[in-house]
């Protein structure tokens, strides 16, 4: 296979997937790793893609956004197992932020109901699957709602977080690099998530390790904001130490 055809099928393949791989990539078309930069350096020179953290991803892809339904589908079993491990570090009887998304909705949904905890969201999925706890006192905090991601945002969201101090923020993002911090498509969202970050003692990551290396448009924080990453095994061991050697604990469950 010529340079341009073989090209030419990497961008369909990250146009397919929304992102691809140096690794997979030389396994699939039988060449070297050293090849496939070459040619995702092509693809960036050419406009066509964006070059992240061991792989690429198609331009546009900053800000692309999937909607809720398709986010809680994409990596389930990952999430799940995610959500799991992260009951270990909720508070006893403290009090938490559940910030937006579909790992942090799973965490929600395994929370015991006899659970005792002083919960604040911005996310409507979040406070609905915690209202029938008894033990939970929660709070939901206003503002405008995204229908992407059925999350509360702007300045009434952003004036909650400054009045509060929790002892644990559960975060959620849509990329997330040593190198590029945490990042999701929305700049109303990054500012909540930014918000909340500021209003906890200790920060949380839940992420799975697709979302590892990947940069969208809006920056919320450096990954050195976050205490503890929970992630599954996809991380690989090398970009696990890494993030550890910049002092954020790391957990693959």
Excluded: C
Aim: hydrophobic share 45%; aromatic share 4%.
């Amino acid at each position: 296979m010529y340079a341009p055809e073989r090209q030419q099928e990497i961008l369909r393949l990250a146009r397919d997937g929304g992102r691809v791989d140096v690794l997979s990539l030389a396994e699939e078309f039988q060449v070297t790793a050293e090849t496939i930069r070459r040619d995702l350096k092509s693809l960036d020179r050419a406009g066509l893609v964006r070059r992240v953290h061991g792989g690429a991803i198609p331009v546009g892809r900053l800000d692309f956004e999937p909607d809720l339904a398709e986010r809680e589908s994409t990596s389930a079993d990952e999430k799940d197992r995610i959500a799991k491990a992260a009951l270990a570090e909720l508070p006893t009887d403290g009090t938490l932020i559940l910030d937006a998304g579909t790992t942090v909705a799973r965490l929600a949904a395994a929370i015991p109901l006899d659970a005792a905890l002083t919960v604040v969201t911005h996310s409507l999925p979040i406070a609905a699957r915690l209202a029938d706890h008894p033990g939970i006192q929660l709070h939901l905090v206003g503002g405008r709602v995204r229908h992407r991601t059925r999350a509360a945002v702007d300045a009434w969201a952003l004036r909650a977080y400054g009045e509060i101090r929790a002892d644990v923020l559960f975060v959620a993002a849509n990329g997330f690099s040593p190198e590029h911090g945490l990042t999701t498509p929305d700049l109303a969202e990054s500012a909540v998530k930014r918000a909340a970050i500021g209003a906890a003692r200790r920060v949380v990551l839940l992420a799975d390790s697709a979302k590892h290396g990947q940069e969208h448009f809006a920056r919320f924080g450096d990954l050195t904001d976050v205490d503890l990453l929970i992630t599954d095994q996809g991380l690989g061991d090398e970009e696990t130490a890494a993030i550890e050697r910049a002092g954020t604990g790391v957990v693959r469950a």
